[in-house]
């Protein structure tokens, strides 16, 4: 999202006539002062180093309370740190000062949208709007919020609105071909999408992007970017790039490198950020769809398209009887930036273990796997996800497994890789790929969506899901 500081502009030192008293020296040394202040803290800012820039905003506000960039800095040097509450109070401060200011109504609209209140957050950006009509950045920012709130054809419409007005808005490119995709055109969303090259600082490569002409023996390197959910939704196009007669290098994460290797087509992995082995064309691996002309009807062509490995150290303990064998996994690890956290509660999931021909294993990994202990269900939940080194382990294990149930997450992509009867918890507002609504999903026909009701809510989610749960025991006993 676009967020806005306001520049330092050059600090004219005004010296008092010799008519001035003592309080007008001491006033001007002050400003002075200020001035100064306020510049240290601004390169403190730029430098990266939020504790002490915060410390000098302060100092900055202490000798000149009136100054609404003062305030505005500070408090995008909070959001930055996380400290939503506190950059939201700075914003406000400095509307007091400036009233209308669309930079200021912006920048609280985006810090109300990381706080999940989307109603304030729209009441400031559409004011911000009103207040600079001709501002890309104020309606790209709504848009974003518009489609956080669940209104995508509105978003859709303020991001042509804002290129409009600035035909290379990347940013704006990219969300607006996030939105298209969610509303299903594809084609014309991952064209949108393309423009993220732009917007990312990747390696200078020598070797030409390739144009999906026919390789004719020479080697493609598939670069990584996005999450690990991303590269293993996008492994599914290797088949075809191989089709094309490519020697196939795939770059990837370390815990993804023995998955991947298992993928057909695949005939080399290198870790990010390894020296590059020689390689003749290159393609973002989020970029295959576009280069290779894939449309809305061939996107679940090939699954499963994954496997575990042959060899592996993962063993469940075996089913005793007639039981339904389900993996959990509640948090992704970390919340996507400007987004709320897609974790749900664990508590939520251990009131699902009362079922009754339900056995249980948490698949979580990550610092999330400790909330176990924490909720004192360890025992009624065996702790796989701590055993597993990467997720060729992970797809060892949901291999073991009748159902994953998880939110979106790495470990959702697995399984709907592996075709595992998946059942997906879905965010109000959801990521691209879970479409915008239905309970089936393109990419992976073995899942099943739950998704919130509610922004924020996981009553609705969990109540039929409950209700799903029963009713696949229940098949399973009868």
């Known amino acids: 999202m676009a967020e806005e500081t306001n520049k330092l502009t050059d600090q004219t030192e005004v010296k008092p006539s010799d008519a001035e008293s003592p309080v007008a020296d001491r006033i001007a040394i002050r400003d002075r002062e200020a001035a100064r202040v306020f510049a240290l803290a601004t390169d403190l800012h730029r430098r990266g180093e939020y504790d002490q820039a915060v410390l000098a905003y302060s100092r900055a506000l202490t000798l000149d309370g009136t100054n609404a960039d003062i305030y505005n800095n500070l408090g995008v040097c909070l959001r930055a740190q996380g400290k939503l509450a506190a950059a939201s109070a700075c914003y406000r401060r400095a509307l007091v000062l400036k009233p209308n200011d669309a930079g200021l109504l912006s920048n609280l609209g985006n810090t109300q949208r990381d706080m999940y209140d989307l109603r304030s957050a729209i009441a400031s950006l559409s004011k911000a709007v009103r207040n600079a009509p001709q501002s890309p950045e104020a309606v790209y920012n709504l848009g974003l919020t518009l489609r956080d709130a669940g209104d995508n054809d509105k978003a859709i419409a303020c991001f042509e609105s ?4 600035r035909k290379d808005y990347a940013a704006c490119h990219v969300d607006y071909g996030v939105s298209l995709m969610l509303k299903g055109d594809l084609a014309k ?12 600082a990747a390696r200078d490569l020598e070797q030409p992007l390739w144009d999906g002409s026919d390789l004719n023996g020479k080697t493609i390197l598939l670069r990584q970017e996005g999450g690990m959910g991303d590269v293993i939704q996008f492994l599914r196009y290797i088949p075809a790039v191989k089709e094309k007669n490519a020697n196939v290098i795939v770059e990837c994460h370390g815990s993804l490198a023995r998955l991947i ?20 064309v290159y393609a973002p691996i989020m970029s295959l769809p576009l280069i290779l002309g894939i449309t809305e009807n061939t996107v679940s062509d090939g699954i499963p398209y994954l496997s575990p490995p042959e060899l592996h150290s993962i063993q469940l303990p075996p089913a005793a009887g007639r039981q339904v064998r389900v993996g959990f996994c509640w948090s992704p690890g970390r919340p996507g930036a400007g987004l709320p956290d897609r974790s749900c509660p664990l508590s939520r999931i251990v009131e699902l273990l009362a079922i009754p021909g339900i056995v249980a294993f948490s ?13 004192s269900c360890d025992v009624l939940m065996p702790d796989v996800g701590s ?5 060729a382990d992970l797809s060892a294990a949901i291999d073991q497994l009748d159902l994953v149930v ?7 992509h697995v399984a709907g890789a592996l075709g595992k009867p998946t059942w997906l918890l879905v ?52």
Do not use: N
Request: charged content about 25%.
């Open 162 to 165: 804002a290129l409009g007005m």
């Open 189 to 200: 969303g991952f064209e949108e999408y393309d423009w993220r090259s732009r917007m990312t």
């Open 261 to 280: 290797a298992t993928a057909p087509g695949v005939d080399k992995v290198i870790i990010a950020d390894s020296p590059l082995p020689k390689f003749d």
């Open 363 to 375: 698949l979580q990994m990550g610092e999330r796997a400790e909330d176990l202990k924490a909720e």
């Open 387 to 391: 055993r597993l080194t990467d997720l």
């Open 406 to 412: 998880c939110v979106d997450s790495a470990t959702a």
């Open 427 to 478: 965010p109000f507002a959801p990521d691209w790929r879970w479409h915008a609504e239905g309970d089936t999903c393109a990419w992976y026909p073995s899942m099943r969506l739950f998704r919130q009701s509610q922004p924020g809510s996981w009553d609705s989610v969990f109540e039929e899901l409950g209700e799903a749960l029963y009713a696949r025991a229940q098949e399973t006993l009868s």
